[in-house]
């Protein structure tokens, strides 16, 4: 299982940016397509958006389309998921997942994974 750990997360006011990165921290990480997750307080964990192996696939939910941009450096090891326009409802706890594959709607990505600790994203002024 691959093992990834999410960073970045924070305080920000709405309408404000952050990167949230998932570094994996063993190798094949170029086999895997990377899902991302979030779980707003009182609310169930949801995929939002996945990026395939090569990168040359990235779907995402219509909630954070065109103001989320996921990205891979595969060099790096790692995701970066660029968040502009933040919005209140964008609170909560980000996870990263390896997948097999990206589904055309992330919110159809399993929510069995190894998960790890999270990083919490806060937007509020």
């Known amino acids: 299982q691959l093992q990834l750990v999410e960073s970045g997360g924070g305080l920000v006011q709405p309408g404000g940016s952050l990167r949230l990165s998932c570094a994996a921290t063993?190798?094949?990480?170029?086999?895997?397509?990377i899902g991302w997750f979030r779980q707003a307080p009182g609310k169930e964990r949801e995929g939002f958006s996945c990026i395939s192996s090569t990168g040359d696939k990235v779907v995402y939910a219509d909630s954070v389309k065109g103001r989320f941009t996921l990205s891979r450096d595969n060099a790096k090891n790692t995701v970066y998921l660029q968040m502009s326009s933040l919005k209140p409802e964008d609170t909560g706890v980000y996870y990263c997942?390896?997948?097999?594959?990206?589904?055309?709607?992330?919110?159809?990505?399993?929510?069995?994974?190894?998960w790890g600790q999270g990083t919490r994203v806060t937007v509020s002024s």
């Open positions: 997942a390896a997948e097999a594959f990206c589904p055309r709607d992330p919110a159809l990505l399993p929510l069995n994974a190894d």
């Open positions: 063993q190798f094949a990480f170029d086999y895997y397509a």
